[in-house]
């Protein structure tokens, strides 16, 4: 059963513990990152290279008021990605996701995970709102769940900016 839970650093722990090649991904600093995983470091960091996606997660988890609040989108016990935004009084905000397996045939898992996301922001919000680098390859995704909610999107200063309002 999937499902989207607040993060705990226990959890994140513990799949790290569990699953290397993530712990190796969250720990490698955004130069060496791979280009599937750069597109979203570029998206968070500024000209930051020596960061790590852990770092990011590090801090949002301590100052979640201030940065970003992440929240882990799980299959049974398993977390398979994580979701980092911001949240207004009535509206989601600049939404970043991590899949843990990006490469997965047809984006399936993301495309789940998002969907899952979005699912409950809408359940609680009246606006929900990310956008993405024009060259990021998760556009792909977004397009398609973009139209599912009947939502719309825009293309600016390099961008493409979506939006959801119920």
Wanted: hydrophobic fraction near 35%; charge should be negative; include cysteine.
């Amino acid at each position: 059963m999937e499902r989207i839970v607040r993060a705990k650093w226990s959890d994140l722990e513990y799949a790290m513990e569990q699953d290397k090649e993530l712990s190796t991904l969250l720990n490698t600093p955004v130069k060496d990152l791979p280009k599937n995983y750069r597109f979203l470091a570029d998206e968070l960091f500024n000209d930051v290279e020596n960061e790590t996606l852990y770092h990011f997660i590090a801090m949002s988890l301590t100052f979640s008021i201030i940065i970003y609040k992440i929240y882990y989108i799980k299959s049974d016990s398993k977390i398979t990605s994580i979701a980092a935004c911001h949240i207004g009084y009535d509206e989601v905000y600049d939404i970043k996701m991590l899949s843990f397996n990006p490469l997965q045939s047809s984006c399936v898992v993301r495309i789940r995970d998002f969907n899952i996301l979005l699912d409950d922001f809408i359940k609680k919000y009246k606006k929900i709102s990310w956008s993405a680098m024009k060259e990021n390859p998760a556009n792909r995704v977004y397009q398609e769940v973009i139209e599912n909610y009947g939502g719309n999107m825009k293309e600016q200063d390099g961008c493409i900016h979506y939006c959801i309002n119920k």
